[in-house]
């Protein structure tokens, strides 16, 4: 069974940081793309990061450029995101997820991901 589990939500102050990991178990995700993606309450999911298998590049949707990095670390079949200069606005439950297909561009459609984990809660306070 495929398995990704997210960790590192919780409440913090605007302008704080979180470590968000997700690992992967049951298959090796270490040649797939992974992405991040977050909900919050009334709205739909949106794109937030993606890495490719191998590290090299990565995309970020405009509203976290320069405050949110995306990592991963193959070996042990986890991504990261850590996430600098909180804002109430990036409150929302954040999912990893797995592209399974090999394409030339990452992709910030939720569509295109196969595999995705249940999602930890961010709340950033005011």
């Known amino acids: 069974q495929v398995l990704l589990v997210e960790s590192g939500g919780g409440l913090v102050q605007a302008g704080g940081s979180l470590r968000l990991s997700c690992a992967a178990s049951?298959?090796?995700?270490?040649?797939?793309?992974m992405g991040w993606f977050r909900q919050a309450p009334g709205k739909e999911r949106e794109f937030v990061a993606a890495i490719s298998w191998g590290g090299g590049s990565t995309r970020y949707a405009d509203s976290v450029k320069g405050r949110f990095t995306i990592s991963r670390d193959r070996a042990k079949n986890t991504v990261y995101l850590q996430m600098n200069s909180l804002k109430p606005e990036d409150t929302a439950v954040y999912y990893c997820?797995?592209?399974?297909?090999?394409?030339?561009?990452?992709?910030?459609?939720?569509?295109?991901?196969?595999?995705w984990g249940q999602g930890t809660q961010v709340t950033v306070s005011s």
């Open positions: 997820a797995a592209d399974r297909a090999y394409r030339a561009d990452l992709s910030y459609a939720s569509y295109v991901y196969d595999d």
């Open positions: 049951g298959r090796s995700f270490s040649d797939n793309a």
